[in-house]
């Protein structure tokens, strides 16, 4: 099979497309034929050598979201078939024509949610919905979400929106008219941001953050309090501030309240695809941090 893989740390380019054995299923495990995997900036930093806890040997492979079909089951599997189309999440191999994964960590895919889409909402999904129940998010809150067009902010947005609260989502101005569209009322980051939520001329009453430091110390002085604060970014400057680190698991079963939400139109995801051949420009599409919506490879079978 192709896989992307890896032979030393560094920039986009130590990346490359290889032939390697196919893997094979063991005692309940499916083998799933990839067709669509999501590139995240955790990722980008595997690559860089920058996540000393992930187990990189190389030649390594690497993505950590999919969306295909079942190919084989391993002993055992009885609630799946060959065929059936599928999602979620792996560890350091999605990004390839093949992957084995737990059959009780996979996810049904709905058959009018495309591949890509799927593929695409798999991290975000289950990072701002584990988000937005840490925080407590709910009717009457109004949400600041800080990089509100980045895929976890996309989704956090539109979950807050279908509990019941208010979004105030910051974006480069370029993307202000797509985070009007996910239901927030859009701000700039950067200095501008204090003023802009003020003159919203709404009080915000929770924060998540999805781009670092700076987003934190302004949530703190717009007087949002720390305990309804989360990051998913920026552990030292959460412990500057008192402020949350939010963790937001994986866990298939909120994957799949999601991914229903998101088959029946209310929560859509912009997706920016590229060939898995493509792997290093996606690399940079995600470590620009500018991408223009989430970034999926695309596996031809
Ligand atoms: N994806 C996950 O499941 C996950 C899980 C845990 C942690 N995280 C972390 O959460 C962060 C966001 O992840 P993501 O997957 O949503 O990233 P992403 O899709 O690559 O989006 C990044 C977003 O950051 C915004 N941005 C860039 N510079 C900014 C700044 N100075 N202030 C505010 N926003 C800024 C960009 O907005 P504009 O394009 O509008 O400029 C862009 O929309 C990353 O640091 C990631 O490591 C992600």
Redesign the pocket.
Known sequence: MRAAVFDRFGPPDVLHVVHIPDPQPGPGEVRVRVLAAGV???D??VRQGNMPWAKVEFPQTIGQEYAGVVDALGEGVRDLAVGDPVLGSTMLNGNAELLCVAAANVVRKPHNLDFPTAAALV??S???SGALLELGVGEGDVLLV?????????VATQLARLAGATVIG??????HSR?RRQGALPVP??EE?IAAVRDTGLQPTAALD???A??IAQSVALGISPDRIGT??DDKAAAEHGVRV?R?GRDPERLARVIALAAEGKVLMPVQAFPLSEVVEAHRA?E?????G??VLIIEP
């Open positions: 995240q900036p955790f980008v930093g991290a975000a289950q990072t701002a800080h990089a509100a067009a980045g895929s976890v902010g996309t910051s974006a480069s101005f370029d993307n985070v980051y950067g941001l999805g781009a670092g700076e987003a998913i970014v939010v937001a995600v620009s941090r500018h991408s223009h989430k970034v």
